[in-house]
T-cell receptor, first 116, second 111 residues
Framework: DAGVIQSPRHEVTEMGQEVTLRCKPI?????LFWYRQTMMRGLELLIY????????DSGMPEDRFSAKMPNASFSTLKIQPSEPRDSAVYFC??????????????FGNGTRLTVT | TQLLEQSPQFLSIQEGENLTVYCNSS?????LQWYRQEPGEGPVLLVT?????EVKKLKRLTFQFGDARKDSSLHITAAQPGDTGLYLC???????????FGSGTRLLVRP
């Protein structure tokens, strides 16, 4: 299996621009998670989906952030408009349902976002 | 709010030394997971501990879940440069699939 695939690996944009991050989860995984990692705050859960339906978006910082999962093999995280404080590494992870909340998360290699 | 605190934050040791890192909480967790993250990559699961008092071994790594399921430790014997990385503990919140992560221990093993 190719694992979780994220694109782009790096994104540099100017403040105010729209940014779209993409994720392809592992085939057959029922759960998809978006995390953000910074030195100051560590790994923070932004939102997660089960069977393409958003279950908990309480970690989404503000209305500038939105996430969609139109089908089982694709998800996007959009920031509009972007701000310098959004600079971070954004990770997508997927998980099978089988072991409940003991199921391991399989992470992609992340998108490093820099907003200038 | 459930929190996971990890210590130490940073650890730099010589190859061959032993070390222990800790993951603590004031809350009870149904299970805890340990991940290792290398630069430029996402975290990779090392182990899941489920039962209070449980000990799991993965080659030179020994993981223990506290009896009260509020803490966990990771002990590495004879550390090698390949053990270098960020070690993260994580646990589920309540009955949901939300996994919260500790702030991590950044380990450097010098050859």
């Amino acid at each position: 299996d190719a694992g979780v695939i994220q694109s782009p690996r790096h994104e540099v944009t100017e403040m105010g621009q729209e940014v779209t991050l993409r994720c392809k989860p592992i085939s057959g995984h029922d759960y998809l998670f978006w995390y953000r990692q910074t030195m100051m705050r560590g790994l923070e859960l932004l939102i997660y989906f089960n069977n393409n339906v958003p279950i908990d978006d309480s970690g989404m910082p503000e209305d500038r952030f939105s996430a969609k999962m139109p089908n089982a093999s694709f998800s996007t995280l959009k920031i509009q408009p972007s701000e310098p404080r959004d600079s971070a590494v954004y990770f997508c992870a997927s998980s099978p349902e089988g072991e409940g909340w003991n199921s391991p998360l399989h992470f992609g290699n992340g998108t490093r976002l820099t907003v200038t | 709010t459930q929190l996971l605190e990890q210590s130490p934050q940073f650890l730099s040791i010589q190859e061959g030394e032993n070390l222990t890192v800790y993951c603590n909480s004031s809350s009870v967790f149904s299970s805890l997971q340990w991940y290792r993250q290398e630069p430029g990559e996402g975290p990779v699961l090392l182990v899941t501990v489920v039962t209070g008092g449980e000990v799991k071994k993965l080659k030179r790594l020994t993981f223990q879940f506290g009896d009260a399921r509020k803490d966990s430790s990771l002990h590495i014997t004879a550390a090698q440069p390949g053990d270098t990385g960020l070690y993260l503990c994580a646990g589920p919140t309540g009955s949901s699939y939300k996994l919260i992560f500790g702030s991590g221990t950044r380990l450097l093993v010098r050859p």
